[in-house]
């Protein structure tokens, strides 16, 4: 599972362009970056219900910071990610943190030596990348992936978020800047219909944020707890009604094989 991508600028140019310089500069709020994440593992840690995974991978990890906040839960931890920066800047962090079972392969998923199988298989603010085309072919290799009775855990912008849409009229052309010309939002009905299709046994839809993420990105150099405040009231806004909290910017799909 190991080819190597670091060679080939010419693979996804948008998606490298648009990451590369993203990984090149801070361009969001490091608090709110790290909230974001740590509300996720807090969400896959209780999926694992106190046992202790083998194999956990995950596809188009970025800089990493989730996999080494997940390398003490689980045995062995594989990541990949398209973009060269990201990957370097991952493996720089776990050697920096002596984190030894993690390791990092820069890689298109499209061109991943699927081995063996996972416990969990994550892929964090990363299927809304995943053209149209191939979304049920990736979901059916994850499938067939997993152990039985595995987790996949998907996190992806919501089609249907309330600040998104006004997002697009306030900013016009300018909300365009905030993600690559590929991706796409998602419609986590029409996920859920994908993922049972690939044949997950069961899905549940979690709405995890209204704000956090957008703020992180518009309010880059915002003090901490300006984060901390709006994760709070993240908190509460997505506990309320499936009516209110589903109109969130980001939701959760959490699959059982
Ligand atoms: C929104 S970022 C998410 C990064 C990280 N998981 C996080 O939550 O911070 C999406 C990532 O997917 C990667 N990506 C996009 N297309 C990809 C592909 N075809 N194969 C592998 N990674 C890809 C990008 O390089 C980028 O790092």
């Not at 790290?34 to 991978?57: I, Q």
């Not at 989730?66 to 493996?91: G, K, N, T, W, Y």
């Not at 964090?124 to 997993?146: I, K, R, S, T």
Request: charged letters at 20%; hydrophobic letters at 40%; one cysteine or more.
């Amino acid at each position: 599972m190991s080819t190597n991508k670091e060679s080939d600028p010419s693979y996804k140019t948008s998606e490298l362009a648009f990451f590369g310089e993203q990984y090149g500069g801070q361009q969001y709020n490091p608090v709110g970056f790290r909230l974001r994440l740590t509300r996720d593992v807090k969400l896959l840690l209780e999926e694992f219900g106190g046992t202790r995974p083998r194999r956990l991978l995950s596809v188009g990890c970025g800089q990493g910071e989730f996999e080494l906040m997940m390398a003490p839960h689980v045995d062995e931890v594989v990541a990949l990610d398209l973009s060269p920066e990201a990957i370097e800047i991952a493996r720089a962090n776990a050697r920096k943190r002596g984190v030894s079972n993690v390791s990092y392969i820069c890689q298109p998923f499209e061109e991943l030596e699927w081995e063996g199988r996972f416990d969990v298989i994550v892929c964090v603010a990363f299927l809304h990348h995943v053209p149209v085309e191939q979304m049920n072919g990736f979901l059916a290799q994850c499938y067939g992936h997993l152990e039985k009775g595995g987790l996949l855990y998907s996190s992806d912008p919501n089609i249907n978020g309330v600040l998104r849409k006004i997002g697009r009229v306030v900013l016009g052309r300018n909300y365009d800047q905030y993600h690559t010309p590929d991706e796409r939002e998602l419609d986590s009905g029409e996920l859920c219909d994908d993922l049972h299709s690939a044949g997950f046994a069961s899905v549940s839809i979690r709405y995890t944020d209204f704000f956090l993420i957008p703020a992180s990105y518009v309010l880059a150099r915002w003090p901490g707890f300006v984060m901390q405040a709006i994760a709070l009231v993240d908190r509460v806004l997505c506990g309320l009604p499936v009516p209110i909290a589903s109109q969130a910017s980001t939701f959760a799909a959490i699959s059982r094989k």
